[in-house]
C-alpha cells in the first residue's frame, strides 16, 4: 500500500524554470532512492535524475547543470527543479521510489501516475 502523488508539470515557454514535486505514502518504513524518469510516444522511458537517502545524487548527462533534484526525507518527498528548460525535455515525467517496506523489509519499485511537461520554443 504505497501511492506516489506527483505535482507541478504545465505549459512553460523555452529558458524558463518548473518544479516538479512527488510525495510517497503508505508502507515505508525507508525510501533508500527517489528519482524522475521521463517518457514519450517515441522514445523509452530513460533516467532523468535520482537522490539516495544520503544525499548522493545522479542525473542523465543532457539534464546536468539545469535540472537540481533533492528530497526532503521527513515528508517522503522528491523534488526536482527544472531551469533553462527546452523543447527536448518536454515528456511526461514520472515518479520512483525503491521502498522498503514494514515487517519483511521486502523492497519495492513504484511508480507514479506521470505528469506533463511541455516547453514550447
Known amino acids: 500500500q504505497v501511492q506516489l502523488v506527483e505535482s507541478g508539470g504545465g505549459l512553460v515557454q523555452a529558458g524558463e524554470s518548473l518544479r516538479l514535486s512527488c510525495a510517497a505514502s503508505?508502507?515505508?518504513?525507508?525510501?533508500?532512492?527517489m528519482g524522475w524518469y521521463r517518457q514519450t510516444p517515441e522514445k523509452q522511458r530513460e533516467l532523468v535524475a535520482t537522490?539516495?537517502?544520503?544525499?548522493?545524487?545522479n542525473y542523465v548527462d543532457s539534464v546536468k547543470g539545469r535540472f537540481a533534484i533533492s528530497r526532503d526525507n521527513a515528508d517522503n518527498t522528491v523534488y526536482l527543479e527544472m531551469n533553462s528548460l527546452k523543447p527536448e525535455d518536454s515528456a511526461v515525467y514520472y515518479c520512483?521510489?525503491?521502498?522498503?517496506?514494514?515487517?519483511?523489509?521486502?523492497?519495492?519499485?513504484?511508480w507514479g501516475q506521470g505528469t506533463q511537461v511541455t516547453v514550447s520554443s
Open positions: 520512483y521510489a525503491f521502498i522498503k517496506q514494514y515487517y519483511r523489509g521486502r523492497f519495492y519499485d513504484y
Open positions: 537522490i539516495t537517502s544520503g544525499g548522493t545524487t
Open positions: 503508505g508502507n515505508i518504513f525507508s525510501i533508500p532512492s
